[in-house]
């Protein structure tokens, strides 16, 4: 028997249909047998799994030796100055600075992300593209990790919050975050 080209097509046509239909549908066609010497399976619960949290980065992070003076006071409502931060976790995180401007709103914010012990020695002072990072006492910072751990630390204003600290002799704030 043979089908001219415009059957088969047709042919064709109508089990793609029925392919789309049942997918469609999401139906499914399956065939049983009675047999006794075949064992039945209990069927599959759909029970969603949690998505496991990332584990940290296995490499150990060195211990911040950063030797600084800091004011008597962490507490610090008048000085301005450069922004170093150093990274002592063993998880990418960035941080967010919210500036506050003198006339009480924020106009201001940016981000810098670091990767896991970043700047941890020495730490790293941070900028902006078109101009120079000053911060001064009101200036809010929150820092999340970005690993799917959901940590975070602060938020830290800058001088009325423990962190970050004042050096007096490099005339900046200094910000250490730790595990």
């Known amino acids: 028997m043979k089908f001219q080209p415009y059957t088969q097509t047709i042919i064709t046509l109508i089990f793609f249909l029925l392919g789309l239909i049942i997918g469609r549908f999401q139906l499914t ?11 039945s399976q209990p069927p599959l619960l759909n029970i969603p799994t949690q998505k496991p949290v990332p584990k940290s980065p296995t490499k150990k992070i060195q211990e911040c030796g950063l030797l600084i003076t800091t004011s008597q006071s962490s507490i610090v409502k008048t000085d301005k100055g450069a922004f170093r931060v150093s990274n002592c976790t063993d998880r990418p995180i960035r941080l967010a600075l919210l500036a506050k401007s003198s006339d009480q709103s924020y106009q201001k914010s940016a981000h810098w ?9 020495r730490g790293l002072i941070l900028s902006l ?12 910072l929150v820092v999340f990790a970005q690993d799917g751990s959901r940590l975070y630390w602060g938020p830290y204003v800058v001088g009325e919050t423990k962190s970050p600290i004042w050096n007096r002799e490099k005339l900046e704030w200094l910000l250490i975050l730790k595990p």
């Open 29 to 39: 066609i399956s065939w049983e047998t009675n047999d006794s010497e075949t064992f």
């Open 113 to 121: 992300d670091f990767a896991p012990g970043e700047g941890s020695n």
């Open 129 to 140: 593209p078109e101009e120079k990072l000053t911060l001064k006492p009101g200036d809010i």
